[in-house]
């Protein structure tokens, strides 16, 4: 192969080669992640396919396209001619360069995707555990709206007084959890939809 149709696929390849990088930057760089332990570690899936299947390729172009810059160089050389230097943007160290940015991008997508992790994880588990206390809360409301319709309000003023003595005291029990449970809601609409 020529020295000049050498010069044109590492051209070609390298030019290729730093789009792929660039817009796999913009990819890794996105933190939108979704909002759900399910979404979170489909993402992580797809880093771990990111990584495992589809640089690796992208590493041996790298490989072969510095392979391929000494052949042309060793080419010139043996027909005497001058260095090649490739167009601007297009120099070995133009790729390296991008290919460190990658790596650091990578590094930072990792640890975004972990804290995400943990975050979605944690939210997980308030959930749950709001879960358990609502139910706890319904059953415990349920129980005292039973005592509520079976109230007798009593025959006389001693009964009656009574009956709204324990009327004030189921009351007074209720109105905090029935704050809490509002306030609970609304923390769980804020944070997990």
């Keep these: ?10 051209e070609s ?43 690796p390729p992208k590493y041996k172009e790298k490989g072969e396209l510095e392979a391929l810059f ?23 160290h133009d790729i390296e360069s991008a290919w460190a940015l990658l790596d650091h991008s990578e590094n930072d997508r990792q640890l975004a995707l972990m804290r995400e992790l943990r975050r979605q994880e944690r939210l997980e588990l308030m959930a749950q555990k709001f879960e358990r206390k609502a139910g706890l809360r319904d059953a ?17 003023i001693a009964q009656v007084e009574a009956s709204l003595k324990k009327q004030q005291a189921i009351a007074a029990d209720i109105l905090p959890r029935v704050r809490y449970s509002i306030s609970a809601l609304i923390f769980l609409q804020l944070f997990l939809w």
């Design 1 to 10: 192969m020529s020295s000049d149709q050498l010069q044109e696929d590492y």
């Design 13 to 55: 390849l390298c030019s290729e080669l730093l789009l792929w990088i660039q817009q796999t930057i913009t990819m890794l760089n996105d933190r939108k992640f979704p909002n759900s332990l399910k979404g979170i570690q489909d993402q992580l899936l797809a880093f771990k396919n990111y990584r495992t299947v589809e640089k």
């Design 70 to 92: 000494f052949t042309i160089q060793t080419k010139r050389k043996a027909m005497g001619r001058k260095p090649y230097v490739p167009p601007a943007g297009l120099f070995m």
């Design 140 to 156: 415990w409301l349920r129980e005292m709206s039973s005592v509520l319709q079976d109230f007798d309000l009593g025959r006389n």
